[in-house]
T-cell receptor, first 113, second 114 residues
Framework: DSGVTQTPKHLITATGQRVTLRCSPR?????VYWYQQSLDQGLQFLIQ???????AKGNILERFSAQQFPDLHSELNLSSLELGDSALYFC????????????FGEGSRLTVL | AQSVTQPDIHITVSEGASLELRCNYS??????LFWYVQSPGQGLQLLLK??????LVQGIKGFEAEFKRSQSSFNLRKPSVHWSDAAEYFC????????????FGKGTKLSVKP
């Protein structure tokens, strides 16, 4: 158990819909990262937050957005969903963002039909 | 740009045999290097990391990896594989700076024959 909690574990929705994925980081970790894992693209970094502020952006689509709240939990919002958005979305946290040593949650599997 | 290459998509070894998973990276400075393991239906778990110093690093579950700057490699090894080691293994390089996000290879799936 990494200490990172993600909900929901599984989500099935239709094209055009909007979903929100939630992440609670390890106790004390200020940095939260979101990654997308798909068969064709592998593990792709989406976005990073540190203590409520966006720190880095990766390959995140404009239809996707995220935020980190004062209690440090984070949400990833995916809108206007397309079939290609079906993937496993991981949240990770760390107390040492300069090193890249991350602790991953078990992921949220999104299926878009 | 930073990148990580894992040349082997799938490897099968017999239980008790030795294992080496290859990883090559491209990074301008001294990299932070990682190996993560993902069991089916699970998140990624850190096996080991290299930041600096001794180029042979020990990790959990009996794994080790060796950093070779001249070859831009960070291969993962285990002297004797157990059936429970069957999983997917990802090599990653830390992008560094204040961001710390990771660039992952495509992964190597390990199957273990009884």
């Amino acid at each position: 158990d990494s200490g990172v909690t993600q909900t929901p574990k599984h989500l099935i929705t239709a094209t055009g819909q909007r979903v929100t994925l939630r992440c609670s980081p390890r106790s004390g970790d200020l940095s939260v990262y979101w990654y997308q894992q798909s068969l064709d693209q592998g593990l792709q970094f989406l976005i990073q937050y540190y203590n409520g502020e966006e720190r880095a952006k990766g390959n995140i689509l404009e239809r996707f957005s995220a935020q980190q709240f004062p209690d440090l939990h984070s949400e990833l919002n995916l809108s206007s969903l397309e079939l290609g958005d079906s993937a496993l979305y991981f949240c990770a946290s760390t107390s040492h963002p300069n090193t890249g040593e991350l602790f991953f949650g078990e992921g949220s599997r999104l299926t878009v039909l | 740009a930073q990148s990580v290459t894992q040349p082997d998509i799938h490897i099968t070894v017999s239980e008790g045999a030795s294992l080496e998973l290859r990883c090559n990276y491209s990074y301008g400075a001294t990299p932070y290097l990682f190996w993560y393991v993902q069991s089916p239906g699970q998140g990624l778990q850190l096996l080991l990391k290299y930041f600096s110093g001794d180029t042979l690093v020990q990790g959990i579950k009996g794994f080790e990896a060796e950093f070779k700057r001249s070859q831009s490699s960070f291969n993962l090894r285990k002297p004797s594989v157990h059936w429970s080691d069957a999983a997917e293994y990802f090599c990653a390089v830390g992008a560094g700076g204040s961001q710390g996000n990771l660039i992952f290879g495509k992964g190597t799936k390990l199957s273990v024959k009884p």
